[in-house]
C-alpha cells in the first residue's frame, strides 16, 4: 500500500507556490523570465537532496533528472514524469500567499486580502467532493499556481517516496521539469537525448481519476492590415484607419459562437488575442483551436474570408492573412501506443479512482512531445480554477495523483 505524506506534501506545494514563476509571452529569451529558474534551482538542490545524483538545471531553466531502476529485469521502458514550473501571465503570481483551509466546511470561502473573491460551491461545484477535506486557496490578490505547481509537487513527493521504498520495483524513472509551458514554449530547449525517455505522463490535469489523451489541434492566425494614411486636416477621401478596418472584423465574428466564451466539449473556436496598430498598420491577433486538422482548416477559411469581406467595404485597404503551427492532437500519436494509456488507467485504479477519459481544451507539453518522439498523455492533479484568483487544490488529490506515478512505476516494470 502506498502512503504519501499529507502534512509533507502541503509543505511542498505551498513552498513551491510562494516562488514567482510567472512567464511572459512578449519575451524571446529562453526561459522567458528569469525568475521561473529561482524554482528550477530549488527542484535542483531537493533532488540532490533526495539522492538523485545525476540531477542538473540547465541554463534555459529544464531540470533533469534520473531514479535508477532497482529492478533485475531486463528492458524496462523507461518513463518520464514531467511537470512546468511557470504560472500563466493572466493573473499576478506576485507574492502568492497560499491559505490551507483545513477540513473545508463546505461554505463560501471570503478570500481575505479581497472580499469580492469567493470560492462557492455554486460556482466551483467540485468543491463538493472535497467537505471535511483539506485545499489550498491564494488570499485572493493572485492566482495561486496550482497549474502546474501541483504537478511539480506531487511528482517530487512520488520521487522521494521511491527513494524511500526500494521495496518497490521500477526501471529507470526520468523526471523532468519545463518552464515556459504557459506561453507556449515549454519544449523549445529541451535535450531529448539528455532525457533519454521512452514514454511519458506530464502531471498537469484536473479533477481526481481524469486522464486526458487528445488535445486541441491549435494554431495561431494574425491578420495584417495596411491602409492609407495622411494628415488628417487634408485626409478627405484618402485615409483608410486600419484601426477601424480591424475594429470591423472584430465587429463580424459570430457573436453566439465560434469562440471560447460559447462552445464546449469537442468544439473548436476562434479567439482573438491581441490588437496592435496604428492609423496605417494593425495587427490582430488570434489563436485558432479545434480537434481535427480538418476543422482547423475550415476555421482559417472562415476567418479570413470574414476578413476579406470586411477590408472589401474600405477601398484602399489591404490585408495579409498569415497562420502559423503551435502544436498538434496528441492523440494522433498515442493511438500508436495504446499501452501508454492502458497503464495509466491502470494506474488510477490501483489508487482506487474511477478513471475519468477526457479531452483537453487546449494543450501540454505533452502535446509538443508526443511530436518530438515522446508519447505523453497527461494525469490529474487537482487543479481548478485555473490561471485565477479563485484558484484551488484539494490536497487529497494530490495525494491520489502521487499515489497514482509510484503505481505506474510498478506497472511498468512488471510487478
Given at each position: 500500500?502506498?502512503?504519501?505524506?499529507?502534512?509533507?506534501?502541503?509543505?511542498?506545494?505551498?513552498?513551491y507556490?510562494?516562488i514567482?514563476?510567472?512567464?511572459?509571452?512578449?519575451?524571446?529569451?529562453?526561459?522567458?523570465?528569469?525568475?521561473?529558474?529561482?524554482?528550477?534551482?530549488?527542484?535542483?538542490?531537493?533532488?540532490?537532496?533526495?539522492?538523485?545524483?545525476?540531477?542538473?538545471?540547465?541554463?534555459?531553466?529544464?531540470?533533469?533528472?534520473?531514479?535508477p531502476?532497482?529492478?533485475?529485469k531486463?528492458?524496462?521502458?523507461?518513463?518520464?514524469?514531467?511537470?512546468?514550473?511557470?504560472?500563466?501571465?493572466?493573473?499576478?503570481?506576485?507574492?502568492?500567499?497560499?491559505?490551507?483551509?483545513?477540513?473545508?466546511?463546505?461554505?463560501?470561502?471570503?478570500?481575505?486580502?479581497?472580499?469580492?473573491?469567493?470560492?462557492?460551491?455554486?460556482?466551483?461545484?467540485?468543491?463538493?467532493?472535497?467537505?471535511?477535506?483539506?485545499?489550498?486557496?491564494?488570499?485572493?490578490?493572485?492566482?495561486?499556481?496550482?497549474?502546474?505547481?501541483?504537478?511539480?509537487?506531487?511528482?517530487?513527493?512520488?520521487?522521494?517516496?521511491?527513494?524511500?521504498?526500494?521495496q518497490?520495483?521500477?526501471?529507470?524513472?526520468?523526471?523532468?521539469?519545463?518552464?515556459?509551458?504557459?506561453?507556449?514554449?515549454?519544449?523549445?530547449?529541451?535535450?531529448?537525448?539528455?532525457?533519454?525517455?521512452?514514454?511519458?505522463?506530464?502531471?498537469?490535469?484536473?479533477?481526481?481519476?481524469?486522464?486526458?489523451?487528445?488535445?486541441?489541434?491549435?494554431?495561431?492566425a494574425?491578420?495584417?492590415?495596411?491602409?492609407?494614411?495622411?494628415?488628417?486636416?487634408?485626409?478627405?477621401?484618402?485615409?483608410?484607419?486600419?484601426?477601424?478596418?480591424?475594429?470591423?472584423?472584430?465587429?463580424?465574428?459570430p457573436?453566439?459562437?465560434?469562440?471560447?466564451?460559447?462552445?464546449?466539449?469537442?468544439?473548436?473556436?476562434?479567439?482573438?488575442?491581441?490588437?496592435?496598430?496604428?492609423?496605417?498598420?494593425?495587427?490582430?491577433?488570434?489563436?485558432?483551436?479545434?480537434?481535427?486538422?480538418?476543422?482547423?482548416?475550415?476555421?482559417?477559411?472562415?476567418?479570413?474570408?470574414?476578413?476579406?469581406?470586411?477590408?472589401?467595404?474600405?477601398?484602399?485597404?489591404?490585408?495579409?492573412?498569415?497562420?502559423?503551427?503551435?502544436?498538434?492532437?496528441?492523440?494522433?500519436i498515442?493511438d500508436?501506443?495504446?499501452e501508454?494509456?492502458?497503464?495509466?488507467?491502470?494506474?488510477?485504479?490501483?489508487?482506487?479512482?474511477?478513471?475519468?477519459?477526457?479531452?483537453?481544451?487546449g494543450?501540454?507539453?505533452?502535446?509538443?512531445?508526443?511530436?518530438?518522439?515522446?508519447?505523453?498523455?497527461?494525469?490529474?492533479?487537482?487543479?481548478?480554477?485555473?490561471?485565477?484568483?479563485?484558484?484551488?487544490?484539494?490536497?487529497?488529490?494530490?495525494?491520489?495523483?502521487?499515489?497514482?506515478?509510484?503505481?505506474?512505476?510498478?506497472?511498468?516494470?512488471?510487478?
Amino acid at each position: 500500500m502506498v502512503s504519501i505524506n499529507r502534512a509533507e506534501l502541503i509543505d511542498r506545494f505551498v513552498r513551491y507556490a510562494k516562488i514567482d514563476t510567472q512567464s511572459d509571452p512578449n519575451s524571446h529569451a529562453h526561459p522567458t523570465t528569469e525568475k521561473q529558474k529561482d524554482l528550477s534551482k530549488l527542484l535542483h538542490q531537493e533532488l540532490l537532496t533526495m539522492g538523485l545524483l545525476d540531477a542538473t538545471v540547465d541554463e534555459f531553466g529544464y531540470v533533469y533528472a534520473t531514479i535508477p531502476s532497482n529492478s533485475d529485469k531486463q528492458n524496462i521502458p523507461v518513463i518520464c514524469f514531467c511537470s512546468h514550473v511557470d504560472t500563466a501571465p493572466d493573473c499576478s503570481g506576485t507574492n502568492v500567499l497560499p491559505i490551507v483551509h483545513h477540513n473545508y466546511d463546505g461554505k463560501d470561502i471570503i478570500l481575505p486580502d479581497d472580499s469580492t473573491q469567493v470560492l462557492s460551491t455554486t460556482d466551483s461545484p467540485y468543491l463538493k467532493n472535497h467537505i471535511g477535506h483539506d485545499i489550498i486557496t491564494a488570499s485572493g490578490l493572485t492566482l495561486l499556481g496550482a497549474d502546474d505547481k501541483s504537478g511539480v509537487a506531487v511528482i517530487m513527493q512520488a520521487a522521494q517516496y521511491l527513494m524511500l521504498n526500494p521495496q518497490i520495483k521500477h526501471g529507470d524513472i526520468k523526471i523532468l521539469f519545463t518552464p515556459d509551458e504557459e506561453v507556449g514554449q515549454g519544449t523549445a530547449k529541451i535535450d531529448m537525448q539528455k532525457l533519454g525517455a521512452t514514454y511519458g505522463y506530464t502531471l498537469d490535469g484536473g479533477e481526481l481519476g481524469s486522464l486526458e489523451d487528445e488535445t486541441f489541434s491549435a494554431d495561431a492566425a494574425s491578420i495584417v492590415i495596411h491602409g492609407v494614411i495622411a494628415h488628417p486636416g487634408y485626409a478627405k477621401n484618402i485615409l483608410v484607419n486600419t484601426m477601424k478596418v480591424a475594429g470591423a472584423i472584430l465587429d463580424a465574428l459570430p457573436k453566439d459562437e465560434w469562440s471560447p466564451e460559447t462552445t464546449e466539449g469537442k468544439q473548436g473556436f476562434v479567439h482573438p488575442v491581441s490588437l496592435n496598430g496604428i492609423s496605417e498598420k494593425t495587427t490582430i491577433g488570434f489563436i485558432v483551436r479545434d480537434f481535427t486538422l480538418s476543422g482547423l482548416a475550415s476555421h482559417h477559411q472562415r476567418l479570413k474570408s470574414i476578413a476579406e469581406d470586411v477590408v472589401a467595404k474600405f477601398p484602399g485597404a489591404t490585408m495579409e492573412y498569415i497562420q502559423q503551427e503551435q502544436y498538434r492532437n496528441m492523440k494522433e500519436i498515442l493511438d500508436h501506443h495504446p499501452e501508454i494509456a492502458i497503464n495509466a488507467a491502470k494506474a488510477i485504479e490501483k489508487s482506487g479512482l474511477v478513471v475519468k477519459k477526457e479531452s483537453i481544451r487546449g494543450g501540454t507539453d505533452g502535446s509538443r512531445l508526443s511530436y518530438m518522439g515522446l508519447p505523453c498523455p497527461n494525469i490529474f492533479t487537482g487543479m481548478q480554477n485555473i490561471h485565477s484568483k479563485l484558484e484551488w487544490i484539494g490536497v487529497n488529490d494530490m495525494m491520489k495523483a502521487s499515489e497514482t506515478i509510484v503505481h505506474l512505476c510498478e506497472i511498468w516494470e512488471g510487478s
